[in-house]
Structure formats: structure tokens, C-alpha cells
């Protein structure tokens, strides 16, 4: 039995959730509260407090550094998805960087804004307190009032994105890997309240976001 332990607006949550859905995998979702990582804290034994946590029978895996991709990998192996192939192991590499540093960095904090749709009444206290640890008193008040600036931005960042699907269904080729489903957890997070679209200069990630949502993986030959 897969167990993904997450926070479900979580960027990186929603690339692994996307991921096993894609390649059939029967799971179970585990929401954590926001504030309540003691769950993780146990399942790791003491080695870890952040999501996404999968947990498959005995084996629990979880990153190592902010790059590591232990899930996905884990995944690929056990399951033969083929999504790390040798060849561009390089390129996918600086790619997921670029998504999870300036995609994901612009992306967060405008779903953020509106994290009172996104989180249990209950929850907003231990939110804010993580979020103002990390990113300073007012942050999200100030995400708020750069709204405008901050959509100006991603529209940017996603540039490189849209040029690279110029003449060809995926990131990299005819099939989706890794890096696909990596950005489309970055997008799937700005788009997580309801409040946003993407922007009309990516026509062609638009397309390749609506197909990424129904992709199902097919072993490689």
C-alpha cells in the first residue's frame, strides 16, 4: 500500500500526487494539519518533519537536501516509470531547479494570498506563524499589496517554460519525465485557490498543463 503524507496545496505534494495518479498507481492521501508535523516526525524516526512523506508497506522515504528527488526516483525504480533516463539526467536536473527556485518562488506567494480558502479556520494561526518565521512579519500582507507585480513576474519566469514546448508535446520529447511533472506542481499550486489563470502569453503551456492533468505513464520499451 503507497501512502503520500501531505499538506495538499503543497507544490511538491501535488508533483508526487500528480506522479502516482499518472502511472496507476493505487495511494492513499494523508493530510497533515499545517501546524501538526508529528505524524512525519514519527514515520521518519526523528529524521524529518517536512512534505511530502511516502510511505510504501515498511519503506518510508523523504528528501534529503531540496534537490534530491528521493520520491520520484524511489518511484521510477520500483515501478519502471522511466522518467530519469541517463541521457538527460543533466538537463533535468537544471530544469527542476529552475522550477522549484523562480517558478515555484513566484507561484507560492500568490496562492498564499489567499490561504483562507486554501486552510481550515483552525489552521490559519500555525500558517501565518510559518510563514512569518520564514519570510518575515507582514509577508503575506505584503504578497497581498504586490499582487500586480508578482503576476507580472510569473508571467516571466514561465517564458523559458513555454519556448520549450515549441514543436513538441512535452518538456523534453514525445513522453512526459520527471521535470514535467515537477512544473506541473509548481503551476497546480498558483492555480490551487481558483482565483487565477495562466497567463494568455503561454498558449502552449496552457495546452500542455491540461493534458499533464489526465497523462497516464506507459512503461518504456
Known sequence: MLELIQLPYSPYCLVQSRLLAAARLKFKKVNIPCGDR????????RRYYQVPVLKHGRTVV??????SQVIAKYLDAEFDLGLFPDELGGVQHLL???FESEVEGVGFKLNDIYYQQNIPRPQWLDF??????????GCLEQWQSRQVELLSDWAQVLQPCERMLRGKPFLLGERPLFVDFDLWGMLANFLYSGNYELPAGVPLLSDWYARMRTVTLQTPA
Open 96 to 98: 527542476w531547479r529552475y
Open 62 to 67: 523523504f528528501e534529503t537536501d531540496e534537490e
Open 128 to 137: 501565518i506563524r510559518h510563514k512569518e518565521r520564514r519570510f518575515g512579519r
Open 38 to 45: 508529528s505524524l512525519i516526525w514519527k514515520l521518519t524516526r
